[in-house]
């Protein structure tokens, strides 16, 4: 024996009987028969079923010709007048399945989407479309298959003699049913998701989700949801590798040099828009050691390489007696080291000793002793405290903002003369919008 069934029907202008034929409430029951429905009546219905009993009474009729019982319960709303207002039937309605679902949990639900205001049948479409638990929505189509007349007088509505007349009760009926199957309402909900988390930088999310579509999305778009998310993971050849089928670019810069360092600093910035500020702070250092090199060299006239030697896992050491021939380097090093100077590994205040005994720029220099004594101050407290890092705590810690502190950074990197254009610097936000325009068509 299978699952019982429990039909949530709101009741409408055409039901239980219309022009000699099924209102969509009677039809569902007479094709899926099922062992409980519940009736929505507006204060309308609740008039009309007063007067002569007719939704009851033809449910009653048809339980008798099918040998089936149907438990019919009424939920009766005679002071519903605005059967229009879409937004109350969504939660009412929400409420009342909720509450279904719980007291039956053995039934399958199904929903009559054919009667009733179209408040009523979309806020049931919707539910049934995004609810946790599984119900079929049914919708019936009229005999005309177009906008049924009303050619009865609802007034003096003889419910005995339109049961009696009802052309559906003849044997081999049409079967006029059809399961809603909810695909492209849901893909419209879904498409509308992975906009949202596009805007919001969250491309594994939007992937997750776009993967998940009934109606898939193309390869194309696909493959620039994965692009963009090997972006935010600094994965440039991932990008190459995604975008190359279909001559696809996001990255504005295509020298390898100042690419890799310009989307780390564009990646930081995704950081603080998304309040990311932890992972901010942490991420600041490894950049402010690249962009010092690049300054020491282009303010300084100073190749740090040439004070260095590469180890061989690729990373670059201190080579002490390289130092010790350039008397300067060595000195400025020295500065402030009781023991003086003996790690071979690079840190940014080691650059920036050197860089304040050559470097002539002083709006440079004081930027670079700023950006330094920030990502000092703060790198130091995040990493030996568990703390929750917020833009008042940051501020309060170094004196700038998360905010603020990229400006400092993107203020540093525009002094280097990479070849940089103004509208680089948005291009996260154009490429969000060349996939957006895609999913939209």
Known sequence: MGRKKLLFSPVGGTDPISNFRDGALLHICRVYQPDIVYLYLSKEMCEAQEKDDRYRFCLRKLGEKLDHTFQIITIEKPELEDVQIFDAFILEYRELLKELQKQYPDCEILLNVSSGTPAMKSALQILAATGETKMQPIQVSTPQKGINPRLEDRENYDVDTYWELNEDNEDGFENRCMESKNFYLVDEIRKETIIKQIRAYDYVAALTIAEEMTAPLSEEILAMLRA?????????????????????????IRDDN????????????????????????????PVVLELFKIALKEYGGIDWKQFCYKTKDGSWKWDINKLKQNASVWEALNTGYKDGFS??????????????????????????????????????????????????WVKRRCGYTPVEIFELLKQYVKKLHFKIADEDWNSYDVMNQMIIEKIQG
């Open 228 to 252: 963009a998310s090997c972006r935010l993971k600094l994965n440039i050849h991932g990008i190459d590798q995604e975008l190359k089928p279909y001559g696809i670019q996001f990255l504005p």
């Open 258 to 285: 100042v690419r890799g360092i310009f989307e780390y600093v564009l990646n930081l910035e995704i950081k603080v828009k998304k309040e990311e500020y932890a992972d901010f702070i942490r991420a600041i250092t």
């Open 343 to 392: 790690k071979p590994e690079i840190y940014a205040i080691h650059l920036l000793k050197i860089m304040r005994s050559c470097v002539k720029n002083p709006t440079m220099l004081q930027l670079s002793e700023e950006i330094r004594k920030i990502e000092a101050n703060v790198r130091n407290m995040t990493a030996h405290n568990l703390v929750s890092v917020t833009d008042v």
